[in-house]
Each structure stands twice: as structure tokens, then as C-alpha cells.
């Protein structure tokens, strides 16, 4: 499999990944494929599709994560995670971050605690709730908040908002749609901080990550 990944491009994501990195993506993509044929976690089969469209297009996010998140051990949540993406890869290749796994349906969050403990993820946590519950019992606890393909962008900031802190970011993986979604967004209450295209190599397919911050209102 490593061959595989090495063939897919993910040498040229520039994110220098050790043996133990790849070791680990592996695992979390076999595990993924054992479980999908009995849980159906996704609609996608096979593995070289699910190298690239699951595997690589989780983190192609990381170099602007990166460059956005200055702090040592930032508290990032992933809602609606499904089968752990992009959160677990995250978890992976930057140990040091902590991540917070949202999903209701408990045959996915089954899935998210084995690979928690099957690969030693000491920083993530899984949280079998729906967002809105969580949103009850954390407020305002994350410096950043991601999804990827969990629900339109404006409902999506709607249910990130409460969960950041006052300087948060929210990271949205989006397709080709985003600035169709971006249009439905009340730019009074949201700022645009960052609009990139990734590069998913080898594959012809449109994504970006857009990168908004909530603008605070002063109280009347």
C-alpha cells in the first residue's frame, strides 16, 4: 500500500510524512475497508478510490491549517465525522492537536473509538451526540471548527458558531458549489478569511477550503 500512496501523489502534498505516518494512514484505511462492507461508514469502495478520494482529500487541508493555526495544541472540532475524515488523518499526522469527533449515528462512532484505540489516538475524542447537544456542554471550547461533505455552509457556520471561541476559524471543505453556498452566507456576520483551491493530485476533481471567521458584534 505504501507504493500505492506513493503513486497517488501524496509525496508531492509536501508534508514530509514519516514511516510511522504512512503505517498508520495504512491501518486506518484497511480498518475503514473491514468495517465499510459490514456498516456501509461510506459510499465509496475500493481502495485506491478511497486513497484518493478520502485519504488525500482529507489532507490536502493541512499546509493551510497550518498556516491559520499558530497555536501549539489547538482544540479543533469535526462535525458530522462519519467514518473519521477528515479528523482522523488530521489526528494522525499532527499528534500534538487536539480533536474533537462529533457524530450522532453510533455504528460510525463505534467505528471512530476502534480506530481510536487500534492506532493509540490519544489526542481525539469521540463523541456519539448530535452537534446541537454538544454545542450544550462545550460552548465556545474550540479554536477551530471543519467539516467535509456534512451539511450546506450556512447551516454549517450556524451550528460552528457557538462552539468557538471569540478568535476561532471555521474550515469548510467544499466543492465545486462553494461559491453558491458562500452566496446564501450573511457576510455581515462572517468574514472570509481565506478562499484556496486544493490540489488533489492525480485526480481531476474541484476542491477548496474556505476559511471564515465569525465578526463579533459589540452588545447595544
Do not use: Y
Not at 88 to 107: D, F
Not at 180 to 202: G, K, S, T, Y
Amino acid at each position: 500500500m505504501s507504493n500505492d500512496l506513493v503513486s497517488l501523489g501524496i509525496e508531492d502534498l509536501g508534508l514530509n510524512l514519516s514511516s510511522a505516518n504512512i503505517a498508520d494512514l495504512e491501518l486506518f484505511l484497511q480498518e475503514m475497508g473491514r468495517w465499510n462492507q459490514v456498516h456501509n461508514l461510506t459510499a465509496i469502495e475500493g481502495e485506491k478510490n478511497s486513497v484518493r478520494l478520502h485519504l488525500i482529500d482529507s489532507i490536502t487541508v493541512l499546509p493551510i491549517m497550518r498556516q491559520f493555526l499558530g497555536l501549539e495544541n489547538p482544540k479543533i472540532a469535526d462535525l458530522g465525522s462519519g467514518g473519521g475524515l477528515p479528523a482522523i488523518p488530521i489526528a494522525i499526522l499532527q499528534p500534538e492537536w487536539h480533536v474533537t469527533l462529533i457524530e450522532a449515528i453510533r455504528k460510525k462512532t463505534a467505528f471512530l473509538q476502534h480506530v481510536r484505540g487500534k492506532l493509540g489516538l490519544k489526542n481525539i475524542q469521540v463523541l456519539s451526540e448530535r452537534v446541537e447537544a454538544v454545542v450544550k456542554s462545550q460552548p465556545g471550547q474550540f479554536d477551530a471548527v471543519i467539516s467535509r461533505a456534512f451539511t450546506n455552509l450556512a447551516h454549517f457556520l450556524e451550528l460552528s458558531l457557538p462552539l468557538l471561541k471569540p478568535d476561532g476559524l471555521v474550515f469548510a471543505m467544499k466543492a465545486k458549489r462553494a461559491g453558491e453556498e458562500l452566496q446564501d452566507v450573511c457576510m455581515d456576520d462572517w468574514r472570509l478569511v481565506a478562499d484556496e483551491p486544493l490540489q488533489i493530485p492525480n485526480l481531476a476533481v474541484e476542491r477548496r477550503l474556505l476559511v471564515l471567521s465569525p465578526v463579533r458584534k459589540l452588545p447595544l
